[in-house]
């Protein structure tokens, strides 16, 4: 029995579903409470768990037809005794669908203690040794009693049950198993830790980098910038030393202009004084003296003018 439930131990939750699928009534049905029950509750309670997992099990159909047969049958079997407990309580069950709701909500309460909410594959370790113990404790006894029923009216199923001692090994060895499973999947869980600490790590460079990419985008706009500065600096130095240049020119022409104005001026006076030479060669020695006084005044008066525009 457990062997092929180990087999089928990744799909309990998928299976489950399934098979409460199959066995909800289509319309609303009376249901089962078993905290109302005064005597017979435990009775109840016994075949509604081994029902549900004899629910389960019967996905084995999809691969061995016999065996999935027999744990269709050990599932009415339950059934039968849920509706013996409830004529004893005092409560006739004359639905088969309310035996068929109980079961579902049994079948599912049973695979939450076999699936972890983390990873639904695994079977969740406490979950799993209340939900192995009840098995072993509660239905191996009551399978037993059915397969003396069924094999009875079913002779062709001969073979497909399991001793309780062959049940308890591959119990064992499916606790092995999933042990085995829990420790593989702590590895792979601190593997994918440290694979997400080195993906976060890279994150974090790739963030380091782009902001020193985006620094040294910022470094080049501002080095343009003064570039475009420095450039604009330079043509001004440029048109200034150019003007500096021309007055340096202009300073060179004048000094040129102030030799040129001092050695005319000696010209001129030079000139002068031989027009005056002439002039008085042709006076009288009267003429001459009254010339002469005429241009001693005007000579002074010229000094005195040209003393001024220095």
């Known amino acids: 029995m457990i062997r092929v439930y180990r087999m089928y131990l990744a799909s309990f939750v998928l299976a489950g579903a399934i098979i409460c699928g199959m066995n909800m009534p289509a319309r609303a049905q009376p249901t089962i409470q078993l905290e109302d029950w005064q005597s017979y509750a435990p009775m109840a309670e016994q075949g509604a768990i081994c029902g549900a997992f004899a629910s389960i099990m019967e996905m084995q159909a999809i691969t061995d037809p016999r065996l999935g047969r027999l744990w269709a049958e050990r599932r009415t079997y339950s059934g039968s005794v849920i509706r013996r407990a409830a004529e004893l309580e005092g409560k006739a069950i004359n639905d088969d669908a309310a035996i ?16 972890s909410p983390d990873d639904t594959t695994l079977m969740d370790n406490d979950g799993r040794i209340a939900a192995t113990e009840m098995i ?13 029923a069924i094999l009875a009216k079913y002779p062709e199923l001969v073979g497909t049950t399991q001793s309780n001692e062959a049940l308890a090994r591959d119990l064992d060895a499916a606790n092995h198993e999933n042990d085995e499973l829990i420790g593989e999947n702590d590895e792979l869980h601190q593997l994918l830790e440290e694979a997400e600490t080195e993906l976060q790590d890279a994150l974090d460079e790739l963030v380091l980098a782009e902001a020193a990419a985006t620094n040294a985008e910022t470094a080049i706009a501002e080095r343009e910038a003064i570039a475009i500065k420095v450039a604009k600096l330079e043509k001004q130095l440029l048109a200034a030393n150019a003007v500096v240049e021309n007055i340096a020119a202009l300073k060179t022409e004048v000094a040129t202009l102030q030799r040129d104005n001092s050695r005319l001026r000696a010209d001129r006076d030079r000139l ?10 042709l006076l009288t020695p009267d003429d001459a003296d009254d010339l002469a006084d005429d241009a001693a005044a005007a000579n002074a008066d010229t000094a005195d003018a040209d003393t001024s525009e220095d």
């Open 272 to 281: 002068d004084a031989e027009l005056d030479a002439a002039v008085l060669a």
């Open 100 to 115: 068929d709701d109980l079961l579902n909500r049994y079948s599912m309460w049973l695979l939450n203690q076999f699936s």
């Open 136 to 148: 072993s404790d509660v239905c191996v006894a009551l399978f037993e009693s059915a397969d003396e």
